[in-house]
């Protein structure tokens, strides 16, 4: 028992480490040998753990998504916060991860969730939790009076997709400085959110 505790903690040092490290300084710049020093193991232990670099990154990503749904379920289950206190959050906490992030390690992210890189863990992780995030709010928007109730909660899952997908075409690729996030990631959460309430003028 104490031994896998003990390796636990190991894949966990790890994987935090990495996390800083790739979401700070970028994916690709950031060496493997690097995040093994930080971590306080050897590059040989590392890849016992995370048998390649994409495989660590794949990680990273995955636990990023899991703890996002987890700290959103949280407040998503706060009675004392109405559906537009609830969209204000988000659209806040995501802005300020936009600004935090590493450019380079958001192109990461984008091409590991087009599945461009092989694994799709991130992808599986990300749709695991997003419909019943989403049908959470819409349901206490709907209760509230706050959304269209001419809309379906098909047609707010399409919309929702609709919009995270682009991000993730080969034209947005192509078109799109993913800088540009910085300045225009705010402004497109305020666009997506207000529009997802369908309300007319």
């Known amino acids: 028992m104490k031994r896998v505790l003990k390796k636990q903690q190991v894949a966990n040092r790890i994987l ?12 690709h710049p950031t060496q493997v ?9 050897s590059k040989v232990t590392l890849y ?7 495989d660590l990154g794949n990680a990273v990503l995955v636990r990023i998504i ?6 959103y379920g949280r407040f998503l289950d706060d009675p004392d916060m109405d559906f537009d206190d609830k969209l204000r959050t988000i659209m806040s906490v995501e802005t300020k991860s936009y600004q935090r ?17 092989g694994p799709t863990s991130a992808a599986q992780a990300y749709n695991a939790g997003k419909k019943h995030f989403w049908l959470v709010l819409i ?10 109730p001419h809309i379906s909660d098909d047609s707010l899952m399409i919309f929702a997709d609709m919009f995270i997908n682009y991000f993730l075409t080969h034209q947005y690729q192509a078109d799109f400085d993913v800088t540009k996030l910085k300045e225009e990631g705010p402004e497109l959460l305020q666009l997506f959110f207000y529009g997802f309430v369908g309300k007319q003028a």
């Not at 935090?16 to 994916?27: D, K, L, R, S, V």
């Not at 016992?48 to 994409?54: A, E, F, V």
């Open 139 to 148: 349901k206490q928007g709907r209760a509230e009076g706050k959304i269209d």
């Open 101 to 117: 992030l590493n450019m380079d390690f958001v192109q990461f992210v984008l091409t590991n969730l087009q599945g461009k890189l």
């Open 48 to 54: 016992k753990y995370y048998p390649s670099k994409l």
């Open 33 to 41: 040998a690097a995040v093994a020093k930080r971590a306080h193991v």
């Open 66 to 71: 899991e703890d996002g749904y987890a700290a």
């Open 16 to 27: 935090q480490t990495a996390t800083q490290m790739f979401t700070q300084e970028g994916y």
